[in-house]
C-alpha cells in the first residue's frame, strides 16, 4: 500500500556530510509519522529521527545537532541532512512511514548504506 524508497547513501569520510532522501508512493493520507531508522553491523535497528505530518521532528540524542530531518509534502520525500559524520554513524540507513492510530502498521525502504570512514 505504501511504498518507501531511499537513496544517497555511500562512502564518505569522517567529517564530511550526506543527505539521504526517501520517496513515498501509494496510499499516503492523513496524520502519519515517517522516520529514519539505522543498523549498523551487530547492532539493533534504532530510530534516528522523524518527522510528522504537521514537521514536527524527533532526534536520537546521538544525532542532535549534526542531524537535520525534514519532508517536502508536495513531493511526498523525506530527507536526512548529516552533517558531521562519525564512523559510529556507520549503518544501514531505513526510511519508515507509519500513520498515526493505534497499532498502525510499519513501512520500511529497502535501506541505503553509509559508511564512514576515519
Known amino acids: 500500500q505504501v511504498q518507501l524508497v531511499e537513496s544517497g547513501g555511500g562512502l564518505v569520510q569522517a567529517g564530511e556530510s550526506l543527505r539521504l532522501s526517501c520517496a513515498a508512493s501509494?496510499?499516503?493520507?492523513?496524520?502519519?509519522?515517517m522516520g529514519w531508522y539505522r543498523q549498523a553491523p551487530g547492532k539493533q535497528r534504532e530510530l534516528v529521527a522523524s518527522i510528522t505530518s504537521g514537521s514536527g521532528t524527533n532526534y536520537a540524542d546521538s544525532v542532535k545537532g549534526r542531524f537535520t530531518v525534514s519532508r517536502d509534502n508536495a513531493k511526498n520525500t523525506i530527507y536526512l541532512q548529516m552533517n558531521s559524520l562519525k564512523p559510529e554513524d556507520t549503518a544501514v540507513y531505513y526510511c519508515n512511514f507509519k500513520r498515526q492510530w493505534p497499532g498502525a502498521k510499519d513501512y520500511w525502504g529497502q535501506g541505503t548504506q553509509v559508511t564512514v570512514s576515519s
Open positions: 501509494g496510499s499516503i493520507f492523513g496524520l502519519n509519522i
